[in-house]
């Protein structure tokens, strides 16, 4: 019953999150030759608004780029240290319907992942599992069909490289995570090897705690044995104390999802914190009012200007100023390491 489970209205997030891609594709913001696979009645969504296209677009192109540099210098780093073969490991956490794991595996690194985990409720990876499944564009990109496997009642699915897991990412991660290290000879997520984690809108809906309580399992996880390190790449807003975000803030309230996650988070400054008080080695944002303005190319500018008309450049901003990308890396200690170059 809708009414009785305060988490529905936080797994629909994951709806609005995947009609915003496909918008962004039908308005060729952007290209994703898979999300149509994973939203029911594709062909018959409606485009959203110019101002949710375009910041779709920014975060995307630029999670994108963070995931790109994050894979060729773990890579390398893996290589370096004498005892990787070059391979990494990807967690997304929330990740809902999103389609980077499809992307990465007809991109140029494919051949760089050793593992891609997805992590959700069970009510959206059982959904995800099945359209998986269904589907002519994802289903083969998964590895031969025999090694393919659907779990738990249809809420996990299991491949060589992607896996999808159901968990309350709220849970102690001792008791959420464990499936995670199930069948030790072979486990889900490899120990020594660099591991990014990915949080694109999921941390808003959890206590600091829990989160930090995650990103702290992995980063113990991954370096455990002093060969592997963490990187993680957070996507949320912040800054909803002051007049605009007040406003965004009561929008989303009047959607009944209460946002414990992005209460610490009062201005730019304190985003790299989330890691930094957890001992990460090195840690950085940027709100997407700053990405569009300094980090996106000229002519993908000019270009993205002229597929809509956009009448709200004054809110485009004031929106962009509460969205920010936040990234941090751990390395073993001893080595100071970051996995990007801004
Ligand atoms: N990461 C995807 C993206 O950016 O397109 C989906 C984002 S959607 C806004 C938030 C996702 O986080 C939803 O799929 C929701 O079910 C998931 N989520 C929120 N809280 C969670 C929790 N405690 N445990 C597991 N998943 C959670």
Known sequence: ???QDPDTHIRETDNDAALARLSAVQKQYVADPFIAALVPRAHLQKPRPPLINIGTYLRGTAIDELVDQWIRLASAESLGNGNGNGKVQIVSLGAGSDTRFWRLATGPHKDLLVRYVELDFPEIT???AMAIRKSKVLNPL???SESVKIGNGGTSLHSPVYNLIPVDLRKPPSESLAPLLAGSSDPLLLPNVQTLLLFECVLAYMSPEASDAVIQWFAEYALQDGAGSVGSIV???FGLGDAFGRVMLSNLKSRNVSLPGVE???DKASLPQRFLRLNFTAADALTLHEIRRAYVAPE???RISTLEFLDELEELDLVLDHYAITWGSK??????QD????
């Open 235 to 237: 996507y949320e807003m």
């Open 264 to 266: 610490p988070y009062t």
């Open 331 to 336: 390395a073993p200690s001893g080595k100071a």
């Open 1 to 3: 019953n809708q009414d």
């Open 339 to 342: 996995h990007w170059k801004t």
């Open 300 to 302: 993908e500018l000019e």
């Open 142 to 144: 998964l590895g031969p």
């Open 126 to 128: 059982s959904r995800k």
